[in-house]
């Protein structure tokens, strides 16, 4: 079995070696221009040319959770694509949400502002009931999210594309429950994979139906903002601030105003991170699954765009 390795931003070689001692005996190699045709495909935003020189790939593995960039390009007709299920970024990107929900929650922006300041003065609690989070997308990741948050005790509701029953979350679905999932929000994560659909979904019209005061969580993809949108609210006092993990353009240009602007935070995508050795362990156990033709979670449905 031969295997190609064809990720961009990313140092091939603990990879390659990873692979080697998860499989042994198939050949895993770096993919090079004129490479021999493999079986499977290790991938993170190839060139469209490595999927035309490998028209025999059976599976194409995507070591992110994410494969809006993978369906921009065209693998060939008979591969099966799939995803990372968490491999370790669910508990990141529950922390990442339960740090940006409680600090802007218990106002830990504003004392950090005061330090400044040498500005002893505490403010009055808020309470809980007050700061319901709505998570877009009960995934893999939105369900491990709303789970962290419910142990900090704040009222948590998702919403997803089909209807979901989780303990302690109030839950929504589909386009006719979205209106009532916003207007019982005042923080909102969103968590939903970039498609047709989602795209723009964090829209003037759409954020203007939050709670006053409303926070906007987006550790997803930039181009589920619409970023003037965002700005404008905020400015106009409905929205309180932002944290921003993802962005139309990365990195986050210089002059872009989201980095100066003083209620919205911005790091630079890094809320939940490809994990090399679960990732590894884990498309090891799926390409060994698929040999034996047994199923395999994490497959993507092109139609869906997930
Ligand atoms: P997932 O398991 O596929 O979950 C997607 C969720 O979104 C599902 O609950 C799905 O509903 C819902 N959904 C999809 N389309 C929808 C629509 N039109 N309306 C309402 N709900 C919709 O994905 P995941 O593993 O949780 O990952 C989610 C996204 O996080 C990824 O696609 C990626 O873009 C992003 N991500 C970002 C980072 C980062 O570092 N910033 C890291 C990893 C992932 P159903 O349950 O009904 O299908
Ligand atoms: C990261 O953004 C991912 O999709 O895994």
């Known amino acids: 079995m031969r295997i190609s390795f064809c990720c961009s931003h990313t140092r091939a ?31 993170w935003a ?8 490998q028209p025999r790939l059976k599976g194409v593995f995507n070591i992110g959770a994410g494969v809006d960039a993978l369906l ?4 060939p007709a008979g591969a099966t ?38 500005h ?21 990741l939105g369900e491990r999210v709303a789970q962290g ?3 900090f005790e704040f009222p948590v509701r998702g919403w997803s594309r089909s209807p979901k029953q989780l303990a302690g979350v109030e839950c929504f679905a589909g386009a006719e429950q979205f209106d009532a999932f916003l207007r019982g929000s005042r923080f909102l994560v969103c968590l939903l994979p970039l498609t047709p ?38 400015d106009g006092g409905h929205l ?24 919205i935070t911005v790091t630079p995508h890094t809320s939940a991170r490809t994990m090399r050795d679960e990732t590894i362990a884990q498309i090891a156990g799926k390409i060994r699954a698929f040999e034996r033709g047994e199923p395999i979670a994490g497959v993507v449905d092109a139609r869906r765009g997930y």
Not at 91 to 116: G, I, K, P, T
């Open 13 to 43: 070689e603990p990879w390659l070696e990873g692979f080697r001692q998860a499989l042994p005996g198939a050949d895993i190699e770096l993919w090079q221009p004129g490479a021999p045709a493999a079986d499977h495909a290790v991938v």
């Open 197 to 234: 659909e989602t795209a723009g979904i964090l829209n003037r019209e759409n954020l203007s139906r939050l709670l006053p005061g409303g926070y906007v969580i987006n550790v997803a993809r930039g181009a589920h903002l619409v970023e003037d949108d965002l700005i404008a609210l905020i």
């Open 46 to 53: 190839p060139p469209q040319q490595f999927f035309d020189e």
């Open 72 to 75: 921009k390009l065209k693998p």
């Open 240 to 263: 309180a601030g932002a944290t921003l993990d993802v962005f139309r353009t990365e990195p986050l240009p210089p002059e872009d105003p989201f980095w100066r602007h003083p209620k």
């Open 120 to 140: 002893w003065e505490f403010r009055r609690p808020r309470v809980r009931k007050d700061y319901p989070v709505g998570v877009m997308g009960l995934g893999v």
């Open 81 to 118: 694509l799939v995803r990372i299920e968490d491999g370790g970024m669910a508990v990141q990107m529950a922390e990442f949400v339960a740090h940006a929900v409680v600090r802007h929650f218990r106002e830990l922006d504003v004392y950090d502002r005061e330090q400044a300041n040498a």
């Open 149 to 151: 948050l419910l142990h």
